[in-house]
Structure formats: C-alpha cells, structure tokens
Nanobody, 124 residues
Framework: QVQLVESGGGLVQTGGSLRLSCEVS????????MAWFRQPPGKEHEFVAA????????YYTDSVKGRFTISRDTAKNTLYLQMNSLKPEDTAVYYC?????????????????WGQGTQVTVSS
C-alpha cells in the first residue's frame, strides 16, 4: 500500500522560509512523478510544483517561481519543497501527490496517491 506522509508545515512570518517533506512508502520511489499542491482557505486545490521521476525536470506555477524549489532524494524516498520569501497568500494546506509514470498535469484528478496535508500559515 502506497503511503505519502507530509511534514514540516507551521507558522512563519512574511519573508520567512519553511521546508516541507513528503516521505513515500509502499512502492519504488523512482517510479513516481511527484508534485506539490496546496489548498488555500475557502479555495480549491491548486498546483504548486512537480518533479520528474529522476529529478532533472521541474515545473512550477508562476506565483512561486524563484521562491520555491522542489527536489527529491531517492535514497530517503522523500520529496521536498523549499519555500523562501513566503507571503501571506502562500497560506494553505500543502499536499504531496504521486503518479506512476513520466508525465504530470496540474489537475488533481490526474494523480494516483495523496498525502494527508500539512498546514502552512504565513503571518503578515
């Protein structure tokens, strides 16, 4: 059974940094294309970033480019999201998602597995 477990969320001031982690178990980590989504209060899920199975290719939504970095560590079966220069509008529950295969999409129904989410709150 595939499980995704996020950690690293919390409360941070504007301009601060956080690093989210997502540990994957139950299947070979390198078989998954991985992504981060977020759900701001009262809004739908939105795509944040994705990374290819072997890691060289990354994709970001425009609002986080230059501030967020997605990465993966195959030895630790873990996905990361380094978030710098955080803004109040980054406040959301952040979810990691996995899909078996080599492609990605920015829609939630494309992804096979999801974590439980971790809250990120950025105070102004």
């Amino acid at each position: 059974q595939v499980q995704l477990v996020e950690s690293g969320g919390g409360l941070v001031q504007t301009g601060g940094s956080l690093r989210l982690s997502c540990e994957v178990s139950g299947r070979t980590f390198s078989s998954f294309t991985m992504a981060w989504f977020r759900q701001p209060p009262g809004k739908e899920h939105e795509f944040v970033a994705a990374i290819s199975r072997s890691g060289p290719n990354t994709y970001y939504t425009d609002s986080v480019k230059g501030r967020f970095t997605i990465s993966r560590d195959t030895a630790k079966n873990t996905l990361y999201l380094q978030m710098n220069s955080l803004k109040p509008e980054d406040t959301a529950v952040y979810y990691c998602a996995a899909r078996v295969g080599t492609t990605y999409a920015q829609t939630t129904d494309y992804w096979d597995y999801w974590g439980q989410g971790t809250q990120v709150t950025v105070s102004s």
